[in-house]
């Protein structure tokens, strides 16, 4: 049975803050966000991964792929505000959690008028900071595809959004 | 004034000048095309417009997800590893900023600004700020190529931004032999004084610029994202800061 050994594990540990991120920028709300955390770590757990792959890259792109996947199957994007706040481990206030969780439900909306290959590369650059190689080595694609994603996801932002997000 | 930048980004905007906008966006031209592009920035206001606009848009993309990195507690678990909900302050020169970002967020989400730097605080880089006042001083921001510091220091100011308080800060990159680090100086009663300092390793070679956040959610980027007034200067903006001796 596949499984991961000790320096994946580790490595898998720590990028799990980024990929909680990156799930939430996909999906727009915690609770998915959540879930597609958790089917990434049980498919990486499931399947792992070969010894020569770079522990990151190899999560983000199973990550990307079970997102995929999971919009195929149940077809149900939710991009709207959600009414349940789950209790996180920092205290912000409530003012400060209210106006975050506004934020991040307005951006998903936006997010979610783009296509989702679109998306991921955009997420991936302008959220999670890889870079255009990084992004590519993610999504199996060439570096030019990427770019073009990426510039075809802002071109269509800009012109639905303009410049009236600034706040 | 937004319905006009709209129409003019219509008019003069074709792909590749899209493309070309958020290759600069995020650091990814190269001198020779970041300085042509910025050369073209200055003579060509639709075009500068849209930069602002696709910055104004990333900025807010950026930082909406900030801090949502906090990981459910089972799925570590499901690792084999448990993690301790004791927020532990980060180490010096990082390998990697991934596994930062937990207690970055953490700190920031509590309004405590952290220093990755030996938790030294904001006035604690005399020695540093002197070397670079002088470059923050007159060097645009850019994403490619580095100045050289009197110690031989490379330095590159990345970004500029005004403060919920009015007071103009830089964001730069420090790389020296043993280390690359990232800060943010506020210009303070004339002088440059380093606000946040965040000591780490960076990957890939020395010429690849990361744009804020680039390792993950750091102070740095916490920073930024809780003390920007809005978005970072435009390249036109920046000049007459700079011509104004950032008064």
Known sequence: ?167 | MALLMKNEVRMTMNNQDYELLSQYIDGELDATATAQLQHRLDQDVSLRQSLQAMQALNTRVHAAFLNTDTVPGHIPDLLGKKQSNVVAFPQINRQSGWGFAIAASLLAASGLLMFQNGGQMAGSFPEQDALISSVLDQAPSRGEGWDTLEDGSDFRPVLSFQTVSGQWCREYLLHSEASTGRGVACHTDGEWMTAVFSSQSQPGTTTEYRPAGANDADAVAHFIADQAASVALSASEETQMIAKDWQ
Not at chain 1, 143 to 157: D, V
């Open chain 1, 1 to 167: 049975m596949p499984s991961l050994g000790d320096s994946q594990r580790d490595a898998l540990l720590a990028e799990l803050g980024g990929l909680r991120r990156f799930c939430y920028s996909l999906t727009g709300n915690p609770a998915d966000a959540d879930d597609l955390l958790q089917i990434t770590v049980e498919r990486l757990l499931e399947k792992g991964m070969p010894e020569d792959a770079h522990p990151a890259k190899w999560a983000y792109r199973v990550c990307k792929n079970a997102w995929i996947d999971e919009l195929r199957s149940r077809d149900v994007r939710q991009r709207y505000p959600q009414q349940a706040v789950e209790t996180g481990d920092s205290a912000p206030s409530a003012e400060h959690i209210a106006n975050s969780e506004r934020e991040i439900a307005a951006v998903s909306v936006m997010l979610d008028q783009l296509p989702k290959d679109q998306r991921i590369a955009l997420t991936l650059v302008a959220v999670d900071g890889k870079t255009y190689a990084e992004a590519a080595e993610i999504m199996e694609v060439p570096i030019g595809t990427i770019m073009s994603r990426i510039a075809r996801a802002r071109k269509q932002l800009v012109q639905l959004h303009g410049t009236t997000d600034e706040e």
